[in-house]
């Protein structure tokens, strides 16, 4: 299974995507972890990316395109992935649609986790007050603030995206943990029967 998690920070999908993994065995591709790794390394990639996250700000387009595009050449992905974290914009989301094609190895459904915006930002507002100091450096009130901003304006697109493509599945992201999950394996399973 090929498949997508969108939702903002906070909506759960590190969480979701960490429990597809155990159950599919599927490979979870999570862009954010993968220029945290580089910003560690003190590459050149990690050099130009560091500030933009510390800012939460997004990463240039052609950058994460050719980070996944790299990814999804290796042989491991050939069961199923889950991207968490990319697309992240229109122009990622047809990159994505174009390397696929030429794989044949289409998307199977887009996971998108609905959210109530003030109750996220509750939540978010817990999780940065939870983690200080530790961790992220963008986890902080004031950096999620604008991520969740960078979401609204760059990523919900992605929602109209793909409901025309015909594959996106919207979940309640606020309802417990377990039921998402549950809610997310009964969309799974029908796709597999
Ligand atoms: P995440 O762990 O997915 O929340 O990502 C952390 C940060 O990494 C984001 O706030 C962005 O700065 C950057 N990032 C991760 N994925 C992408 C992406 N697909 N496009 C652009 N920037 C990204």
Do not use: W
Request: net charge negative; proline share 4%.
């Amino acid at each position: 299974m090929r498949l997508i998690l969108l939702g903002p920070p906070g909506a759960g999908k590190g969480t979701q995507a960490a429990y597809l993994v155990e159950k599919y065995n599927l490979k979870q591709l999570s862009t954010g972890d993968m220029l945290r790794a580089a910003v560690a390394s003190g590459s050149e990639l990690g050099q130009k990316a560091g500030g933009l996250m510390e800012r939460g700000e997004l990463v240039p387009d052609d950058l994460v395109i050719a980070l996944i595009s790299e990814r999804l050449s290796y042989a491991d992905v050939a069961h199923g992935f889950i991207l968490d974290g990319f697309p992240r914009t229109v122009s990622q989301a047809q990159a994505l649609e174009k390397l696929l094609a030429e794989k044949k190895q289409p998307l199977d459904m887009v996971l998108a986790l609905a959210v109530d915006q003030e109750r996220l930002m509750e939540r978010i507002t817990k999780r940065a007050q939870e983690s200080q100091g530790n961790v992220r450096a963008d986890d902080n009130p004031e950096t999620l603030k604008k991520r969740v901003a960078v979401y609204l304006e760059q990523t919900a697109p992605l929602l109209d995206f793909y409901q025309e493509v015909g594959i996106l599945s919207v979940i309640d992201g606020m309802a417990p943990i377990s039921e998402v999950s549950t809610q997310i394996s009964s969309l799974l399973d029908e796709l597999k029967a």
